[in-house]
């Protein structure tokens, strides 16, 4: 397998404020990075995919003004929820894909749990 | 929504029992895979089977894969209460560069 982490693993924020998380492999590097997120007893949903060194490809429905990605090496890509509110809290997921591990498999991070006051 | 379909939505077994659960989905895959969530917790992959597969074994799991129904089973044997989570099925649809459209899940409990 190989080991992916995030941080915060968890974070409370005030509406209105703008909060960053890391999504970072630590043994293998990866060529596209995915952001899903998961609203309580719901289901996983894709937000956006991210490849190094270019712009984030978003899913419809997501605005890219409000979640900027940076995908800045093999190894590290972020997440910005800019001005968040209420509705923004949610588990965000990143996983990473390809590169030095060329399979079908996809290696999850723990995830971070936003809630927006 | 390209969303697959669980069902159960929700499974509540004893210990020793097997649970079953169904996965449909819309589009044609590359592969299709299972995963485990605990409460408020990440992801851990489970099992994957390619589309030009139709069983799979993993010590106490089994997957089964119909492309021609577009659908697939996850059977967990002889289960445990550490088996209680939510289970999700995730498909890598062709011509999607490995995006991953995950199922609704199953909330499988199981007692003592």
């Known amino acids: 397998g190989a080991v992916v982490s995030q941080h915060p693993s968890w974070v409370i924020c005030k509406s209105g404020t703008s909060v960053k998380i890391e999504c970072r492999s630590l043994?293998?590097?990866?060529?596209?990075m995915f952001w899903y997120r998961q609203f309580p007893k719901q289901s996983l949903m894709l937000m956006a995919t991210?490849?190094?060194?270019?712009?984030?490809?978003?899913e419809q429905g997501v605005e890219k003004d409000k979640f900027l990605i940076n995908h800045a090496s093999l190894t590290l890509s972020t997440l910005t929820v800019t001005s968040a509110h209420p509705e923004d809290s949610s588990f965000y997921i990143c996983?990473?894909?390809?590169?030095?591990?060329?399979?079908?498999?996809?290696?999850f991070g723990p995830g971070t749990r936003l809630t927006v006051l | 929504s390209q969303q697959g379909e669980e069902d159960p939505q929700a499974l509540s077994i004893q210990e020793g029992e097997n649970a079953t659960m169904n996965c449909s989905y819309k589009?044609?895959?590359?592969?299709l895979q299972w995963y485990r969530q605990n409460s408020g917790r990440g992801l851990v992959h489970l099992i994957l089977?390619?589309?030009?597969?139709r069983e799979k074994h993993s010590g106490r799991l089994r997957v089964t894969l119909d492309t021609s129904k577009k659908s697939s089973s996850l059977l967990i044997t002889a289960s445990r209460a550490a088996d209680t989570a939510s289970y999700f099925c995730?498909?890598?649809?062709?011509?999607?560069?490995?995006?991953?459209?995950f199922g609704t899940g199953t909330r499988l409990q199981v007692t003592l």
């Open positions: 996983t990473l894909y390809g590169g030095s591990k060329s399979t079908d498999t996809q290696y």
């Open positions: 043994d293998f590097q990866a060529t596209t």
């Open positions: 991210s490849n190094e060194g270019s712009k984030a490809t978003y």
């Open positions: 589009t044609s895959i590359n592969n």
């Open positions: 089977i390619r589309s030009n597969e």
């Open positions: 995730a498909t890598d649809a062709t011509g999607t560069a490995s995006k991953l459209t």
